[in-house]
Nanobody, 125 residues
Framework: QVQLQESGPGLVKPSQTLSLTCTVS??????????WSWIRQPPGKGLEWIGY??????????YYSPSLKSRTSISRDTTKNQFTLQLRSVTPEDTAVYYC??????????????WGQGTQVTVSS
């Protein structure tokens, strides 16, 4: 059974970089057609997908939401089975609960089947 756990600071100052790590157990992050995603939910709003890292045919892939692409990087550490989100130049609008999740790709479809518990990040001076 795959498990995901987010970690990182709960408070970030405006203009700084938010950095969160997701540690995965029960499945390798290099397994083809599993895409390891970051998703957030601002207070009172719906879920917003941020981006993912994954592999297809043994080749690494990374993709970001167009609205956040200019400020986002997602990296992976295969030795620790972790992936890390960095969101630069944060503002109070980046305050949200941040989740990591596994996105499963099958022919003609994809779905999120495993989630971390989520971590609150507040952007404030």
């Amino acid at each position: 059974q795959v498990q995901l756990q987010e970690s990182g600071p709960g408070l970030v100052k405006p203009s700084q970089t938010l950095s969160l790590t997701c540690t995965v157990s029960g499945e390798s992050i290099t397994t083809n057609y599993y895409f390891w995603s970051w998703i957030r939910q601002p207070p009172g709003k719906g879920l917003e997908w941020i981006g993912y890292v994954g592999y297809t045919g043994g080749n690494p892939r990374t993709y970001y939401s167009p609205s956040l692409k200019s400020r986002t990087s997602i990296s992976r550490d295969t030795t620790k089975n972790q992936f890390t989100l960095q969101l630069r130049s944060v503002t109070p609008e980046d305050t949200a609960v941040y989740y990591c999740a596994r996105d499963v790709w099958v022919p003609g479809n994809n779905y999120f089947d495993s989630w971390g518990q989520g971590t609150q990040v507040t952007v404030s001076s």
